[in-house]
């Protein structure tokens, strides 16, 4: 029966208040403990789990329930809260979230995929887009321990209890309504199974209660519990003391098989395919096939709470106080010291006379007895040696007779095994020495030690030793009649002359260099390959002339521990990231390979060594020897990645940060994920990070794809996961307000330029306008000067020529000459200053014209020749006044230096004009002069330098004595 608010016995409703107010699993705990244990017959199995608990980030490390939901992601119920696991991470929620309570007891999904908490105040919450959402209704679902707690095909959730399912219906759950609900009989399921029970399947059922000693009242007691339960086409009919199985069919349903325990039992729970789990106190969990009856135990010693087998068949037990343990490979089991091993850290493995031995630091070895039913005892022995700080077990080799040879730090020991007696076995010591590698070939064991390598017969008695320099040997193998040695100077070729005993008779020399090979640390080899473990460089195969190399990622890692040939096409290469299988075929030309460590059930990535015996594989690691039947990974799941973040539009302003957020499941990968996103059409290359989270702080307005990968601890990738997004500009980065404001932008500036313009044609024209005048007023000047002033001096000029000529014979003539003389220089003076105030001059070619015409009269009466050369096209160039005036004078200062000094025969004036630039030559054949000498003393010289530096004008003097003058002078106009 089942206690609603409006019905039943008030009386058994406070019982059950009572009962379930108290500490749940405490009262269900210590009640227990008054059983005996179950399934004493059943081999525990020893297996590696990863424990998680509350320093990993759990609420609490007493967990009630497991639970995985259609996404993959794993519930954990605790008495602190409610948490999600995606292998990685822990995302946890607590009343502060809104969950009801903080203890949760039991987590099922809806066919809405919204996550379902049973909390101790006997309320339902649910969790849906990142939030946790409360019922509207208040109504209490009382779920006992035994109880099973789910969604069925119309939404509607249930509690399978005694021979019913009770279900609720809530305005939130939007279930389906359906005629049959709430009968007696009537049975669903979490998979969509319903089941609907004849009286005669009732009184089948009832029948075999009874006979348990069970009835309708004992269900209502916490100790005498029992459900119905089905799954697929199964009935089964639970209590704490055996599950009877039945096949439900329309006839009825048909017994199959009664599977019984007694004990410490908790809770059963239907796991994954014909399986069901039975948690206990301190016995563990008990994984039962109720189809074949196989039984496994696991987590002995244990208090567990709850089991889960999930899509990538891993197994999972909640615990009452170490939180929850995950084996990603349950097939793996695993030897430690909970076995029988005296330490765990296992350096060497070896098989001989039917014993599986184990070598370990102090010289400890573990033997194990095979081909036995029961689970085998683990023996110890220890090889006596002469040291005690270097003692480890360095080698095992088994050679015919049953025979061990032990290499160790201190020498080489041998073993006699053959007598199925471990009493009688005594190790014998057979060289003195650290042993670095042992090989062996028909009636010859080979080894190395310190610098040598040694040769002992097949009786162990007689040997023969080869020095070798110190190069430092790692490992030997034979190969195509060849001893090879590794070394960490690279691989060597050995062919000693064993006949000889003298040390120096032996042919040794380096190989494969050529192929980059350079520490070698381990070798093996067959008939026909050899396989080379370098320190970084991977694996290298050497098969007849061909070298094929296997690296990292393809395989664990490049540094290799060791090298081992399980079959002529197997090899398996240790490493300290875990075992790497490579398979050949083909004659080794193609190959498989496959990975082996934590994630798929090793006990440590740390892996020394490995054997082979029948079908089973035996795997030396730091934490005790894995045993496996499964060579491989080829079929792991890859990494599913999800969407993590809250749904909503996918759009973004401009500066509002852009975040996404996946989640990569992958529980083999033992929380070893990376992620990788690119912006598509962006990024060329994939940004790395630890965390499925991407940020974006200022990404320029657009529209966007964000593609995110997620990889494995074995590389494999999971599918691509798009993210669609925009971001919208801000309202001033809007397009069209951009267009109007460029447009506003451009028409400001048309203004402002044409304002510009105005203006300057304003200054244009009033220089214009002033050039003008000025011009004019130089006109005015230029006429009053030549017609007033020019007129008179010219007037004085002609009277004192015809007073000179008067009085040429008297003494006065000498001061009327003189005078007659001055008044022809003022004249001429101002012809100068009239032909360079009157603007209709301001042209260079006029300028070119005056001068020439000047030259000619300043060499008419002279006995130098004047040659002249103009070049100025026909461009119009202006030219200033002034500027006009200072070359006239600075060239005729320059002409009057060569009539009155050079005592040349020939001048050269040559005038060119290139665009704006006039190039003025004077130049002569005369006797020159010292330069710098007269360029302080001759005033000439001097003006001509003032004149050319008012002119800003490059000037140039070439001279020497009796080389001529040459005078250049540069302009710009």
Not at 189 to 202: A, R
Not at 273 to 299: D, M, P, S
Request: net charge positive.
């Amino acid at each position: 029966m089942y206690i609603v608010k409006n019905g039943g016995d008030v009386k058994l409703m406070r019982i059950i208040k009572i009962l379930l107010k108290s500490s749940f699993f405490k009262l269900l705990i210590l009640t227990q403990f008054l059983f005996s244990g179950v399934y004493a017959d059943t081999p525990y199995q020893v297996v590696y789990l990863k424990n998680y608990s509350a320093p990993d980030g759990l609420p609490s490390s007493r967990v009630n329930y497991l639970m995985q939901d259609s996404k993959g992601f794993t519930w954990i119920a605790t008495d602190k809260g409610v948490s999600r696991f995606d292998g990685q991470h822990f995302k946890n929620f607590t009343s502060a979230d809104g969950l009801e309570s903080n203890e949760c007891f039991r987590i099922a999904e809806d066919n809405y995929h919204r996550i379902f908490f049973q909390c101790n105040n006997y309320r339902v919450c649910y969790y849906e887009n990142g939030k946790i959402h409360k019922l509207s209704n208040p109504q209490k679902i009382v779920v006992w321990p035994f109880a099973n707690f789910f969604f069925n095909r119309y939404n509607e959730l249930c509690v399978n209890y005694r021979l019913t399912t009770k279900v609720y219906n809530f305005p939130e759950l939007r279930s389906i309504r359906h005629p049959i609900q709430n009968l007696t009989g009537n049975i669903y399921g979490e998979e969509g199974e319903e089941v609907s029970l004849s009286e005669n399947d009732l009184d089948i059922l009832q029948k075999e209660l009874l006979a348990g000693q069970l009835s309708y009242q004992t269900a209502n007691n916490n100790f005498r519990p029992y459900r119905l339960a089905v799954h697929q086409n199964h009935l089964l009919l639970i209590t704490k003391d055996w599950v009877h199985v039945y096949r439900y069919q329309n006839t009825g349903i048909v017994p199959l098989k009664k599977i019984y325990f007694t004990g410490n039992v908790t809770s059963v729970y239907v796991t994954g395919k014909n399986t069901f789990a039975v948690t206990t106190v301190k016995q563990g969990t008990y994984v039962v096939n109720y189809i074949t009856g196989e039984r496994r135990n696991y987590l002995n010693n244990h208090i567990t709470t709850s089991t889960l087998i999930d899509k990538e068949n891993n197994l999972w037990f909640g615990s009452y106080d170490k939180g929850f343990f995950l084996s990603t490979n349950p097939e793996v089991k695993v030897i430690n010291q909970e076995s029988g091993l005296e330490n765990e850290d296992v350096l060497k493995l070896s098989i001989a006379g039917g014993y599986l031995f184990t070598g370990h630091v102090l010289s400890t070895l573990n033997y194990i007895k095979l081909d036995t039913n029961q689970r085998p005892a683990i023996g110890s022995m220890t090889i006596m040696q002469d040291r005690s700080d270097f003692n480890r077990i360095t080698s095992l080799v088994t050679i015919p007779g049953d025979t061990l040879i032990i290499g160790t730090d201190n020498g080489i020991f041998g073993l006699n095994v053959s007598r199925n007696n471990p009493a009688t076995w005594q190790a014998k010591k057979i060289f003195y020495g650290p042993i670095k590698g042992i090989t062996w070939r028909p009636d010859t064991v080979y080894f190395i030690s310190q610098n040598a390598v040694g040769i002992v017969s097949h009786q162990l008695k007689s040997q023969v030793g080869f020095r070798f320099e110190s190069i430092r040997m790692t490992s030997l193998a034979w190969y195509k009649g060849r001893l090879l040695v590794g070394s960490l100077y690279g691989l060597y070729t050995f062919v000693p002359n064993i006949p000889m005993v003298d040390a120096g008779e032996y042919k040794r020399e380096r190989i494969l260099a050529d192929n980059g090979i350079n520490v070698v640390k381990s070798l093996a080899s067959t008939d026909k390959v050899c396989a080379i473990g370098t320190e970084d460089q991977g694996v290298f195969l050497l098969v007849n002339n061909r070298v094929v190399q296997f690296s990292a990622p393809l395989i664990s890692s490049g540094d290799i521990r060791k090298l081992i040939w399980t079959d002529t096409n197997t090899l398996w290469a240790c490493t300290a990231n875990g075992v790497s299988i490579i398979r050949f075929s083909d004659n080794y030309q193609n190959y498989k390979v496959s990975l082996l460590n934590t994630s798929n059930g090793l006990p440590s990535d740390n892996v020394a060594d490995v054997v082979r015996y029948k079908n089973d594989y035996y795997i030396a690691t730091d934490r005790g020897i894995a045993v496996t039947q499964n060579l491989g990974n080829a079929n792991l799941p890859r990494p599913v990645l999800i969407n993590d973040g809250i749904p909503g539009e996918a759009s973004f302003t401009y500066g509002q940060s852009v975040v996404f957020n996946c989640v990569a499941l992958s529980y083999k990968s033992m929380g070893k994920i990376q992620y990788r996103f690119r912006l598509k059409g962006v990024d060329k290359n994939w940004s790395i990070a630890p965390t499925g989270e991407k940020r974006f702080d200022l990404l320029p307005p657009g529209n966007y794809e964000l593609e995110a990968v997620a990889a494995d601890r074995f590389n494999q990738l999971s599918r691509s996961l798009i993210f669609q997004f925009s971001v919208t500009p801000l309202w001033y980065q809007q397009l069209w307000l951009q267009i109007m404001a460029v447009i506003g932008a451009i028409v400001i500036v048309f203004f402002l330029v044409r304002k510009y313009y105005l203006s300057i044609i304003g200054l244009q024209k009033k220089d214009y306008e002033n050039e003008l005048a000025l011009q004019r007023e130089r006109q005015r000047i230029s006429s009053e000067v030549h017609d007033d002033l020019g007129a008179s001096i010219s007037g004085i000029k002609l009277r004192t020529e015809l007073l000179s000529n008067k009085v040429a014979d008297q003494p006065a003539f000498k001061d009327i000459d003189g005078i007659h003389e001055a008044i022809t220089d003022i004249s001429t003076q101002m012809r100068l200053i009239i032909w360079s105030l009157d603007p209709e001059n301001d042209e260079v070619s006029n300028l070119v014209n005056f001068i020439h015409k000047q030259a000619v009269k300043l060499f008419e009466y002279s006995n130098i020749r004047l040659h002249e050369s103009t070049a100025i096209g026909e461009n119009v160039v202006v030219i200033s006044g002034e500027k006009r005036r200072q070359l006239y004078l600075l060239v005729k200062e320059g002409l009057n230096n060569v009539i009155k000094h050079s005592d040349a025969k020939n001048a050269y004036l040559e005038i060119g004009l290139y665009k704006k630039r006039l190039h003025i030559i004077i130049r002569d054949d005369g006797k020159g002069f010292d330069a710098e000498s007269r360029k302080h003393e001759n005033m000439g010289i001097r003006n001509i330098y003032a004149r050319a530096k008012r002119l800003e004008a490059e000037l140039k003097i070439d001279t020497a004595p009796g080389k001529g003058t040459s005078i250049s002078l540069k302009i710009h106009l």
